[in-house]
């Protein structure tokens, strides 16, 4: 049976193989393992990718947000507002700073941070706002850049499923004071490992972030502050520069397919498109729809070969980790509400029409049997 896979990280390695392989080939001849050509070049090549000043390269996305939050300043007893539908990261990395994370909800029809909703949350002990550009659509970062600076808070950008994406004409990254981004093997930009990058324009974020993932140290075996080991290594560092010459033309092929269901699926009502800000230019890590009927579709379309997901199906207040804060179902209605609606189609550079079509077909064949069923159904209780 024809199999759609959500994410099928084999298309896109078998084109770049060979040159992913020599590249691995190389760093273990040279046996410099850490902090040498590879991630400093990368470093600069995907600064200049963000139009950003400054890139840094870490272990992780996870350990991204936290080095730019301590970065920034935000110490043990501060707040750091976000939105309750993200990946558990962004607000993991809001405690491993001592901070305690605030919750906004979202705008419903972006799903990303409503602004409109900021200014209420703020108190005196808060420090920064982490905006997620979820999915790889920005969040509308000019009213939450006028909150900020009318409060004196910094903002860091969670830009981990955004690597390209723009917002009125300039890359996410260098938007913010900061900003995190992620290399998870999934990740529009994947390694083959562990990996993630702290972008800015700001040099003293960018010198601190530098010393904090080596230990709090920039000269071997001085430390001025406890930092973290939190360094990228070489290999990933290698692969990551193969896979950034191809990461425009890649994002460019996911926006087409966006289009593409976009267009497919306009026609029916029981299907909400993701809406994208005028001023924007997504990158669709993801591609999400708000349904009804949201099980019983994810159930029809597996049956019939084609893998979904949810991101997220339980909002972050509501995890068991997230207990202490005391947020019971009904704080955030519209974070809530999307739990239940989101479905995450097939969504990768090198799927190809006929699956993009069959995905669409077959969505559109679960909602016409159902309308022919409620029809009949309707028959038999008239006559
Ligand atoms: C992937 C992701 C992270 C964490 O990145 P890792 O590299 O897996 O640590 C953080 N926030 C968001 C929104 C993500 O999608």
Known sequence: MTKIKLVDLHSQYEPLKEELLAEISNVLEGMQLFLGENTFRLEEEFAAFCQARYAIGVGSGTDALYLAMRACGVVAGDEVITVPNTFFAT??????????????????????????????????????????HLYGQPADMKPILKIARRHGLRVIEDACQAHGAEYDGRRVG???????????????????????????????????????????????????????????????????????????????????????????????????????????????????????????LRDWLKDRGIETGIHYPIPLHLQEACADLGLGPGSFPHAEASAEQILSLPMYPELTIDQVSYVCQTIRDFYHQGRRQRSKRKVALTS
């Not at 605030?102 to 002990?125: K, Q, W, Y």
């Not at 390694?191 to 702290?198: D, L, N, R, S, T």
């Not at 692969?239 to 010459?245: F, G, I, S």
């Open 174 to 296: 260098g938007i913010g004071d900061a900003a995190a981004f992620s290399f998870y093997c999934a990740k529009n930009l994947g390694a083959y490992g562990e990996a993630g990058m702290v972008v800015t324009n700001d040099r003293q974020v960018a010198t601190s972030v530098q010393m904090l993932r080596n230990h709090g140290s920039s000269e071997r075996y001085h430390h001025t502050a406890y930092g973290v080991n939190s360094r990228m290594d070489e290999i990933q560092a290698a692969v990551l520069r193969v896979k950034l010459r191809h990461l425009d033309e890649s994002n460019t092929r996911r926006r087409a397919w966006a289009f593409e269901y976009n267009r497919s699926l306009a026609e029916l009502p029981e299907v909400t498109l993701p809406e994208e800000l005028p001023y924007t230019q997504p990158v669709y890590h993801l591609f999400v729809i708000n349904v009804r009927q949201r099980d019983e």
């Open 91 to 132: 607000v993991e990395a809001i405690v491993m700073a001592g901070a305690k994370p605030l919750f906004v909800d979202i705008d419903p029809g972006t799903n990303n941070m409503d602004p409109a909703l900021i200014e209420a949350a703020i108190t005196p002990r808060t420090r920064a706002i982490v905006p997620v």
